[in-house]
């Protein structure tokens, strides 16, 4: 608890001096994240415009933080703050801190407004100076990777370029507080506050003049010391150089982990020291640094200003001619480029994303990737590699870092590239993306690709669709996707779109339900208006599929009456080849097998129940102590027509009686005689009962004997059991 009150005490004080300050009305203050400038006295916030809502970082310098030093040292450091920022505010270069409002100064701090900022290089490094406590999770246990501090250099050195050239300017002042490292993860230089403007026109050889350095003077008055190049004390003197060699103990400050070469501890006695270590630096000192690079460095630090490579040839050595520092300069330089030049760069892209740390692909790439939206035929090209790093990434990052951007674009129907690309990678939209957005705005694309004009799309859509449609709900595929397929199938004139709906309906066929099925995809296929074998074969697939799919199947009574009529023309059909006839051939039989065997056994238990019926009512009669025998009807059949027939019948009539309709061939003085006891009686339509007074020619089993002989003696028992009366059933029960 006293931790969380000393934040919110630290931040309450903070946003009552700030809102002192005349920039309080056009920026809201949030939380701090970072410290920088000279002693770290100026405090990093994040901050938001209020009238565009835009993200920028607010910097504050508290001026209590300088009322133990002397009125005198107090208004010279307010001053130099104040040159500092007014001096970068008026200079405008991608690799400067750009200056979003400028400096404004109430009675209890200063304030500027800049680009979103992430950090200082020193918290990075590890000087958590007037940072909150505890530190911001997001600088706890930061690392940097080789590839953003390479690049990190080349930013720092390209502005030193604009600086010294362009500008004329010395910075006088690099080190890790003047270092700033954007939201984006790109190196900024700020820290203007000892900068040294050339005193000569700029078409003549540039000249600069400091001043002594003053050990009276508070330390964060005065550059830091300890990078200070050594003819600022020696000789009073600088220039260009004096930057680099500054530069070359910010390099080795970074690969060490953040401590420095030497430690001056704004000392002039030790800095003395220090310098005289350089005229015979061993190279084993710089063991730490990366191999491509420590040549240079012992170069840098050279006490002679002359022997120090400029910064333009810095940024032409080996070192920075890397892949990953390459493609990170091309990012930012995308705006200078035409479209023909951007779609080259992007197609090799992917290749390279898998070479990049996740945090600068975060960082770095995507954010580049997303302005390339708004461009509609660059689309195409950077998508790609938008989709390479959404599969590496949480479903939650996914939902908060690229959905939001992926949504407008869903909704583009040109360049047609757009929607290829995206039925391509819809397993992974429809694995990562919320049901509710599915639904709103991945499914619509899905459907305008059913509905476009595009063959080449339709057929993609259709060949796509069965491998995610696991993952949409069932509601969507039975209401929306397969009646745009089914109106695609008819009204199509392509054979090559038609066979694909089909094919694309037989893949579906087990995500569906048997009903639906047998109620709207069977009867589609019988709409089919062309006879081409690759149709033909197709059709034959779906019924194949549902035949034999253990959660589908298709009843015996949709076979015999639709299915079998459908195909047995189909057989026939003059476009069929050899193997096509047989691959027909074959699934008619299953079929017909199946309407078999489906009714034989219907058959065979309803005479089993008839059987049962029958014992029943012989065992309730009482009559003939003869247990009745069924016949088996085909044997009673012949039987019968062995009985009536003579030499003299003609084929039909055989045909008849072995039928059992040998009553309806029988005469009598020219009236047809009534069926006899012998002859079938039709007791329903379609229902032909055996006559159950004639002996089956059918041996029994075992077990129907062994039950027979229990029957017959249960009937003797009941026969021999005398009849009770009432009395005696009373005096049996009491």
């Known amino acids: 608890m006293d931790v969380l009150n000393r934040i919110k005490s630290t931040v309450q004080s903070t946003v009552g001096q700030f809102l002192g300050n005349p920039l309080s009305r056009e920026f809201d203050i949030l939380d701090q994240h970072g410290s920088g400038g000279p002693g770290y006295l100026w405090k990093i916030y994040n901050g938001v415009k209020k009238s565009t809502k835009q993200e920028v970082a607010v910097f504050v310098l508290e001026k209590k933080l300088l009322e133990k030093y002397s009125k005198e040292d107090k208004e010279k450091l307010l001053s130099?703050?104040?040159?500092?920022?007014?001096?970068?505010?008026?200079?405008?270069?991608?690799?400067?801190?750009?200056?979003?409002?400028?400096?404004?100064?109430?009675?209890e701090c200063l304030a500027f407004a800049t680009e979103p900022v992430f950090a200082s290089l020193g918290n990075v490094l590890g000087y958590h100076d007037n940072l909150p406590t505890p530190i911001p999770s997001d600088l706890k246990d930061y690392q940097l990777f080789e590839l953003e501090i390479k690049y990190g250099l080349q930013q720092i050195t390209e502005a030193l370029v604009f600086l010294h050239n362009d500008v004329h300017m010395v910075?006088?002042?690099?080190?890790?507080?003047?270092?700033?490292?954007?939201?984006?993860?790109?190196?900024?230089?700020?820290?203007?506050?000892?900068?040294?403007?050339?005193?000569?026109?700029?078409?003549?050889?540039?000249?600069?003049?400091?001043?002594?350095?003053?050990?009276?003077?508070?330390?964060?008055?005065?550059?830091?010391?300890?990078?200070?190049?050594?003819?600022?004390?020696?000789?009073?003197?600088?220039?260009?150089?004096?930057?680099?060699f500054s530069l070359a103990m910010l390099i080795y400050t970074i690969f060490n982990k953040g401590k420095p070469l030497f430690d001056s501890d704004c000392s002039l006695k030790s800095y003395q020291r220090n310098c005289q270590q350089l005229n015979s630096l061993p190279m084993s000192m710089l063991n730490g640094l990366p191999e491509a690079l420590r040549d240079y460095v012992k170069m840098l630090l050279s006490p002679t200003p002359t022997v120090r490579p400029d910064a333009d040839q810095l940024t032409k050595i080996t070192f920075f001619d890397d892949v990953g520092a390459k493609t990170l300069e091309y990012l930012d330089s995308l705006f200078q480029w035409d479209n023909l030049q951007k779609s080259q760069f992007f197609k090799g892209l992917p290749k390279v994303i898998a070479k990049l740390p996740k945090r600068v692909v975060r960082q770095r790439v995507l954010p580049c990737l997303f302005k390339e939206f708004y461009n509609a035929d660059m689309v195409p090209f950077v998508l790609p590699s938008v989709l390479i790093i959404a599969e590496d990434y949480t479903d939650q990052m996914y939902c908060q870092l690229i959905l939001p951007h992926l949504k407008p674009v869903f909704k583009l129907q040109q360049p047609i590239q757009i929607l290829l690309i995206f039925l391509q990678k819809m397993d992974l939209l429809l694995s990562k993306t919320p049901a509710d957005d599915i639904k709103h705005h991945v499914l619509p694309m899905v459907y305008r690709a059913l509905e476009t004009s595009s063959p080449q799309i339709q057929e993609l859509c259709l060949s796509i669709t069965p491998t995610f449609a696991g993952m949409i709900e069932y509601a969507a595929m039975k209401h929306s996707i397969v009646p745009r397929i089914k109106a695609l199938c008819l009204q199509t004139d392509l054979l090559r779109v038609r066979v694909h709906c089909l094919v694309c309906f037989g893949r579906l066929l087990e995500y569906m339900d048997k009903w639906f099925v047998l109620d709207e995809i069977l009867p589609l296929v019988e709409q089919i208006p062309s006879r081409e074998p690759p149709v033909l074969m197709a059709i034959l697939g779906i019924y194949k599929t549902t035949l034999e799919h253990k959660k589908l199947g298709i009843p015996k009574d949709i076979?015999?009456?639709?299915?079998?009529?459908?195909?047995?023309?189909?057989?026939?059909?003059?476009?069929?080849?050899?193997?096509?006839?047989?691959?027909?051939?074959?699934?008619?039989?299953?079929?017909?097998?199946?309407v078999e065997q489906e009714q034989r056994n219907k058959l065979q238990q309803l005479s089993s129940m008839q059987k049962e019926q029958k014992s029943a009512l012989d065992f309730v009669s009482n009559g003939d102590d003869k247990t009745e025998k069924r016949e088996d009807f085909f044997d009673n059949l012949n039987k019968k027509g062995g009985e009536n027939g003579n030499d003299s019948d003609s084929m039909m009539d055989k045909m008849l009686k072995s039928f059992g309709l040998g009553s309806f061939i029988q005469y009598q003085a020219g009236k047809v005689s009534s069926p006899s006891q012998g002859d079938v009686a039709v007791s329903n339509p379609g229902t032909i009962q055996p006559d159950p007074n004639k002996s089956t020619k059918v041996s029994l089993s075992m077990e129907e004997k062994q039950k027979l002989q229990k029957d017959q003696e249960l009937q003797q028992r009941l026969k021999k059991q005398q009849p009770l009366t009432p009395k005696e059933a009373l005096k049996t029960w009491l």
């Open 80 to 107: 130099i703050f104040r040159k500092g920022v007014t001096q970068l505010t008026r200079l405008r270069h991608p690799r400067l801190l750009t200056v979003q409002h400028p400096l404004e100064e109430s009675r």
């Open 559 to 594: 076979l015999a009456s639709k299915v079998l009529p459908y195909l047995f023309p189909l057989c026939i059909d003059n476009n069929l080849n050899l193997s096509q006839f047989n691959a027909f051939i074959v699934v008619v039989k299953d079929m017909m097998k199946q």
């Open 171 to 244: 910075h006088g002042n690099i080190n890790p507080t003047n270092v700033i490292i954007n939201q984006g993860g790109a190196w900024k230089l700020s820290g203007l506050d000892f900068a040294i403007v050339s005193t000569t026109p700029h078409d003549q050889q540039a000249l600069y003049s400091c001043s002594e350095w003053d050990p009276t003077l508070p330390s964060i008055a005065q550059p830091m010391l300890t990078y200070l190049a050594p003819e600022y004390i020696m000789t009073v003197s600088c220039g260009t150089p004096s930057d680099m």
